[in-house]
Structure formats: structure tokens, C-alpha cells
């Protein structure tokens, strides 16, 4: 009797060896590329493709974070962690540095969200990076669909939706002119659902944002604000004390949270099945402004 072996992955095993191959590629492709590191679930999710695909060597490519200088502090431990765990060089564009020198302008109105594109692409120009991994996931808002694996920018860091790059059979085109850079996605084919179970698999470090916990929130633009020095409660609105957990990190006075019981990850891949409304649309206020606000951002340089 002849026995065949089942070759066959599970839907996260293709997803996996998908990217690692899209960051092997990348890697040998372009002179100076870079990833695009938060600290949040995707950009872990990321870190922990490039672990993999360049094992047991160094990851060959600095983190670059950009700090909107509202960040969480329990992101910005989960960051160090991994970054000292893995020994990569750490490269930080402040806007509050951008601000200072110029680079970008405060006007009180503006969110420091769009005003992180400005510090992006100084600090793109400044490093000479032609390449940045980003953790864009098609199924997060309508603008990262329009999106291929390989997204250009030109000289100005601009995307034009209309003018990309076929990527038939999966063969990325790299050209690049001078002063212009590529983003790249290796998380394009992802849901929010596969990155979930993907993290609880690979059972490595998260913030624990992401987990369900108490937290004094107030009730603003029909999200959840966690209280804090720059998120303090308006005219009639009150502080109230919720069991709540995070689905998206970002600027803190613009990110919310939902209300949750779900405490494991098992618990948080169980609600995310059910969930009709994407992390970015029900918990980013930059993205309520308008149906194409993320779209407007990301023509500008935005991740």
C-alpha cells in the first residue's frame, strides 16, 4: 500500500509562506528598505514574518516608528521589547520633533495622525529608504483595497490610485526612479480574523491593550476615548468605568476602544468573527471625517 503525504497548508501556513517569500524578495531587491513599526498587532504580526523569513540570521532592516508623541505607553514597551529581544536598530520620527524643526506645522486643528505623513517622508528622505514594509490589510477600509503588495511613490511620496503596477502571477515590479520609493504590504491577502489567530498561535508578545481590561473612558463621536493627560472629558461629557479592550492602536486621542469581555486571545478571535464593522470604522476617528478620508491621506504619503 502506497501512502502519499498531505501537502496541503492550513489558509495561515499559505498566508505565512506568502509573505515570507514577499519580504525575501523585498529584502533582496532594494538597497535600503526599512519596516514600518508600531507595536501594534499587524506591525507585530509583520516582525514576527521577517523573524521567520530571515532566520537564524538578523533581521536585515531597521523599525522605523513613527511617534505621534500620543502614543500608548503599553505599546511603546511592547515596541522595546521586541526590538531588544530581536537586537534591531530602532529609528524614531517624532512629530513632536517635526514640529519643532519645522519639518510639519501645528495649527491646533490639524490631527497629529496626518500630520505624521509630513515627519514619514522627511524622515524617508533623511534615511534614504527606498523601500518601507507596511502592515495594510485590504480588508481594513476601502482605500488599502486599491492597494498592491508593491505601491509606489513618487518623488514627493504621493500614491496615485490610478496609476499602479500589474502583479500578475505575483511578480512585483521594483523599478524606481530617483528620490521615489516603495511601500510594500505582506499582510494585502490578511483579514483581521487571520491575524488574530496567527498571533495566538505563534503565542508571542502583544500590548495588552488588545485584551479586555478596566479602564476610565469617556463617550465622544460615538467611540470610547480612553481618559488620559491629553483625552480629558468636555463640557457634559462624564467619566465612566468600563470593561473595555482595544481592536486598533494608534493616537490616543483618537483611537477608541469597545466594550468586551473578551480577555484571551480565543475570546477576542471569537468576537472579531462576528464583528460587521472593521476595526479602523467603528475605533479611528481620522477616519469619520469622510468616506474617502483614508484615501486622502494615503494620496499624501500616509502609511
Not at 491646533?108 to 514619514?120: A, F, Y
Not at 483611537?255 to 460587521?276: H, N, Q, Y
Amino acid at each position: 500500500m502506497t501512502v502519499h503525504a498531505d501537502y496541503r497548508l492550513s489558509q495561515l501556513d499559505e498566508l505565512e509562506a506568502e509573505s515570507i517569500q514577499i519580504f525575501r524578495e523585498a529584502a533582496a531587491e532594494f538597497e535600503k528598505p526599512a519596516l514600518l513599526f508600531s507595536g501594534g498587532k499587524d506591525s507585530i504580526t509583520m516582525l514576527r514574518l521577517a523573524e521567520k523569513a530571515f532566520y537564524p540570521a538578523r533581521i536585515p532592516f531597521p523599525v522605523l516608528q513613527v511617534a505621534t508623541g500620543f502614543d500608548f505607553p503599553e505599546v511603546l514597551e511592547t515596541r522595546d521589547n521586541w526590538v531588544n529581544r530581536l537586537g534591531l536598530r530602532l529609528v524614531v520620527a517624532s512629530v513632536d520633533d517635526a514640529i519643532r524643526d519645522g519639518v510639519v506645522i501645528d495649527d491646533g486643528k490639524t490631527s497629529r495622525n496626518r500630520l505624521q505623513i509630513g515627519t514619514l517622508l522627511n524622515a524617508v528622505e533623511q534615511h534614504g529608504f527606498t523601500a518601507l514594509f507596511g502592515g495594510g490589510r485590504r480588508d481594513e477600509e476601502k482605500a488599502r483595497a486599491k492597494e498592491r503588495v508593491y505601491s509606489h511613490r513618487d518623488e514627493f511620496g504621493q500614491w496615485d490610485p490610478k496609476n499602479q503596477r500589474p502583479e500578475l502571477w505575483s511578480l512585483y515590479n521594483g523599478k524606481l526612479h530617483g528620490g521615489e520609493h516603495m511601500r510594500i504590504f505582506p499582510l494585502s491577502n490578511w483579514t483581521e480574523l487571520d491575524i488574530w489567530e496567527y498571533l495566538e498561535r505563534e503565542q508571542v508578545e502583544i500590548p495588552s491593550l488588545y485584551l479586555a481590561h478596566k479602564r476610565r473612558v469617556i463617550a465622544r463621536d460615538g467611540m470610547l476615548l480612553s481618559e488620559s493627560e491629553a483625552v480629558q472629558p468636555k463640557q457634559g461629557e462624564t467619566v465612566e468605568e468600563k470593561m473595555v479592550r482595544f481592536r486598533t492602536l494608534g493616537d490616543m486621542t483618537l483611537t477608541g476602544c469597545v466594550e468586551s469581555e473578551a480577555d484571551t486571545l480565543a475570546k477576542v478571535i471569537e468576537e472579531t468573527a462576528v464583528a460587521r464593522v472593521t476595526e479602523r470604522g467603528a475605533t479611528r476617528g481620522d477616519d469619520k471625517f469622510s468616506e474617502a478620508a483614508m484615501e486622502d491621506r494615503k494620496r499624501e504619503g500616509y502609511f
